[in-house]
C-alpha cells in the first residue's frame, strides 16, 4: 500500500514544480541567467546574412566610414539638411530582396537607426527625424521587412543606442551615466516598438560601449525580450549591449570588425564585414566607382557569392562546426591555401580557399576502408590514392575543385 502510493505522490510534486516553473519567467535579469538561453536554432542553420547601413548620411555619402560624417562635421554643421535630398525615389525593397535571396544570404539586416538618431520607421520618440515625418516620407523599416520575409529571408533591426549630438544622451554622459533620461525615454521605448511593430529576428545591438549595461538597461530588456516579447522564441542578439558586454554576453558574439578566430570558439559568432573596405555606408567616392558603377560591383559579388552557393551550399546551410576548425593546404596547390572544415550528421566537408589544387593531403581527417570522397557541386566522387594511409585526393585539373564531402572518416 505504501509502496503505491510514493509513485503516484512523486509524480504530483514534480507536476506541481514544474507547473511552477512554467508561472516563472524563464530568463532573469542578470547575465548567469540570459547566457543559458539556446541559441534558437534558425540562426545557427542561417550562415550568411547582409546588413544594410542607410540613412541620410548616404547623401553626402563621403570619406572613410561614410556614415560618420556628422560626427566629424561637428554638431553645428548643416548635417540635418541633407535630409531633404534623402528622397529614397530609387528604394525598391522588392528588387533589393531578390538579389539578397539570389546572393545565398538566410537573413537580411537593416538599419532602424545609427548614431545620428535618424530613425527609418515612424518612432513617436523621434518627431521630425524619422524616414516618415521628412525625407523619404515612408516607413523604410516595414518595407524592407515585408519585401525581405515575402522572399523567405529572417529580418533583423540595427538600433545604435547612443547618439552623439543628443541633449539627453549627454546629460546622461555628463552625470557619469548615473542619469537615465535618455534610457527611460527614448532607447526602451523605441526598442520595445521595434520589436512589437516588425516582430525582428535579430537585434544587432551598436554604439553601446560608452556606458555599463546597467546604464542601458540591457539585462531588463533582454529578459522581456527572451519571456514574453512577440519573437521570445525566434529572435537572436549580438553582443552590443554595454561597454563590457563585447564577446562576453548575447546569443552570438560580434566581437570586433572582421573578427575571425583563429580556433574552434564555444558559443555562436559572427565575421561582420564590409563590402568597401573604408566603409559601411555608402560612399560615392569609393575607389572602384571610378571604373564601375557601385551596384554593378554588388550585384556581381552577391551572385557570384550566390552561384557558389548554389553549387556547394550543402557544406555551409545547417553544417555545425567539425573537431578541426582548419588546415593549410598540403599537397599541389598553386598558391597558400586554408582548407576550412564543416560537418552535418556524418559527413565531413572540406572546403578550399585561396587557391586550386590538383593534389590535396588531409591530415586531419583520418581515413578508414568506408572512405569516400565527393567533389560537392558537380557529384563527382573521386578515389583517394590507396596507396597512402593519409587521405591524399587527386582533383581533376584546373577546377575550381573548392569543396569536397568526406564520408567514413575519423
Ligand atoms: C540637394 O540636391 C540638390 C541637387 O543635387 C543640390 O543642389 C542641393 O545643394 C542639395 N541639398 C543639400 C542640403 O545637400
Ligand atoms: C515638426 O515639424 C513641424 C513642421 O515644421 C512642426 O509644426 C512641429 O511642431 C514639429 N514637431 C515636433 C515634435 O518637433
Ligand atoms: C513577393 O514575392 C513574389 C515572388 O516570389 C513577387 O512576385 C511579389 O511581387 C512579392 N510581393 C511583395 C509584396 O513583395
Not at 514544480?17 to 538561453?37: E, F
Amino acid at each position: 500500500m505504501r509502496l503505491t502510493c510514493i509513485t503516484p505522490l512523486s509524480c504530483l510534486i514534480s507536476l506541481l514544480v514544474w507547473g511552477c516553473a512554467g508561472c516563472t519567467p524563464r530568463y532573469s535579469p542578470d547575465w548567469t541567467s540570459l547566457d543559458k538561453r539556446p541559441l534558437p536554432e534558425w540562426y545557427d542553420e542561417a550562415k550568411l546574412g547582409i546588413f544594410i547601413q542607410w540613412g541620410v548620411y548616404s547623401v553626402p555619402a563621403s570619406g572613410k566610414n561614410a556614415e560618420w560624417i556628422w560626427e566629424r562635421q561637428g554638431k553645428n554643421s548643416n548635417y540635418q539638411d541633407y535630409v531633404s535630398n534623402f528622397t529614397a525615389e530609387s528604394f525598391d525593397p522588392k528588387s533589393w530582396a531578390e538579389l539578397f535571396q539570389a546572393s545565398g544570404a538566410r537573413y537580411v539586416v537593416f538599419t532602424a537607426k545609427h548614431h545620428d538618431g535618424f530613425t527609418n520607421w515612424p518612432s513617436a520618440q523621434s518627431r521630425n527625424w524619422s524616414s516618415v515625418d521628412v525625407g523619404p516620407h515612408r516607413d523604410l523599416v516595414g518595407d524592407m521587412a515585408s519585401a525581405v520575409r515575402n522572399r523567405s529571408m529572417h529580418f533583423g533591426v540595427g538600433y545604435s543606442q547612443f547618439e552623439w549630438f543628443n541633449p539627453d544622451y549627454l546629460s546622461d554622459k555628463d552625470s557619469g551615466f548615473k542619469s537615465q533620461k535618455f534610457v527611460d525615454e527614448k532607447v526602451i521605448p523605441q526598442l520595445r516598438d521595434l520589436v512589437i511593430r516588425y516582430k525582428p529576428e535579430l537585434i544587432w545591438g551598436n554604439g553601446y560601449w560608452e556606458a555599463p549595461d546597467t546604464y542601458w538597461k540591457s539585462k531588463d530588456f533582454l529578459a522581456w525580450l527572451y519571456n514574453s516579447s512577440p519573437v521570445k522564441d525566434e529572435v537572436v542578439t549580438n553582443d552590443g549591449w554595454g561597454k563590457d558586454t563585447s564577446c562576453k554576453h548575447g546569443d552570438f558574439y560580434t566581437c570586433r570588425v572582421n573578427y575571425m578566430p583563429d580556433k574552434l570558439v564555444n558559443h555562436k559568432w559572427e565575421r561582420c564585414q564590409s563590402i568597401d573596405k573604408n566603409s559601411w555606408g555608402y560612399r560615392k567616392d569609393m575607389q572602384a566607382s571610378e571604373v564601375m558603377d557601385l551596384s554593378s560591383i554588388i550585384n556581381e559579388r552577391l551572385k557570384g557569392l550566390g552561384g557558389w552557393l548554389k553549387a556547394n551550399g550543402e557544406a555551409i546551410y545547417g553544417s555545425r562546426p567539425w573537431k578541426v576548425q582548419k588546415e593549410d593546404c598540403k599537397g599541389n596547390c598553386k598558391g597558400k591555401c586554408t582548407v576550412w572544415y564543416t560537418s552535418k550528421d556524418d559527413a565531413v566537408y572540406a572546403i578550399i580557399v585561396g587557391s586550386t589544387c590538383t593534389r590535396l593531403e588531409l591530415t586531419e581527417p583520418k581515413r578508414t576502408k568506408d572512405t569516400k570522397v565527393t567533389l560537392v557541386g558537380k557529384c563527382i566522387e573521386i578515389k583517394p590514392d590507396d596507396k597512402s594511409t593519409d587521405l591524399i585526393i587527386p582533383l581533376p585539373d584546373n577546377s575550381n575543385a573548392w569543396c569536397l564531402k568526406l564520408e567514413g572518416v575519423e
